[in-house]
């Protein structure tokens, strides 16, 4: 397949920029509003046609994550306006918009969507125009989307679930060679012990903020709140509904990749760690973001002499399921079962 139908959407997802500035300066006017939304429709599905005329894609995700591309930009577009980098792009939007959209949860989630979602959204893209497996990036946005929509409540979920079975569907390609030292035990394992010991720590941590949030009368508690964390406490309800997110979701993960660490021939772990660590990016770039950004109210943000300790352990919890599905996905011949073991099932 031609690369022209890539290069096409990346096109169509930068028209996102003049066509906001336009809007917003005619929606003063409803009518020319509406003529301008209809040539613009109008110009865009003729543009995408004359691109996609010779060689279309037969994957229907390829269209969906065009669309999600140009809605990507349009995010970034929000949040760089909500910091008055830029203006005059979406200023009636941002007066009109839900009042979720002004909070600093979704301030920041319009920077993860315009950046990090749109990236993957051209990588697929290109995956697909070249007919590669988008599997694994997939996965990964996969995790990133749940967690967002199920914190965020967006009213496009029924196609992205769609869009997420259809990755889940796709057969992995990777190439795996078995070796003797996958096989064997955890003291043999020096980096999958380390992982293990990580688990431990950060089960405890993720159960320990869902407590938090659900006003644990705890010392402990209380002062975490006070002196590292307290937009857990924040009224906007985003970072309550986020730790509880957090706590049912990745706590029962915690146990069952500590399973999977340890009893070989446990094949969905490379995709359970790609989907998890998609969904903690997202969901800690988001709250990192929101407890230091200056739309939230100063009494909840995290206080200067707390900032090193929040920053450190936020970060690391951010980082460490990466780097889990790093390991899984390049060295995954320890959750394999054996070819002989297959057969016989």
Known sequence: MSASAGTGVFVLSWMSIPICCLFNSLIANSAQAFIFAGCSTVIILAISRVMFKNKAPADPLFYVYA??????VVNLIIGLEQDNIIDGFVTFYLRQADPHINTSHGHMISYWDGCVHYLMYLLMIAAITWGDSYRAIGLYWVGSFLMRAIVYILGNTVVSVWACFRIFSQPSTQEVKLTEAEGKSLLHRPLDLLFIIYLIPAF???????????DCSSKWCQEYTQQYEPYLKDPSAYPKAQMLVGMLYSGPYYIITLYGLIVPGCEWMPDLTLVHSGALAQAQFTHIGASLH???PFSYRVPAGGQPVFLLVNILYALMPQALCYRCRTRPSFF??????????
Do not use: E
């Open 204 to 214: 405890a941590f993720c159960v320990f903020r869902g407590l938090v949030v659900l």
């Open 336 to 345: 394999l079962r054996p070819t002989a073991d297959k057969k016989n099932k």
């Open 67 to 72: 669309v999600y591309a140009f809605f990507s």
């Open 294 to 296: 200056t739309r939230t």
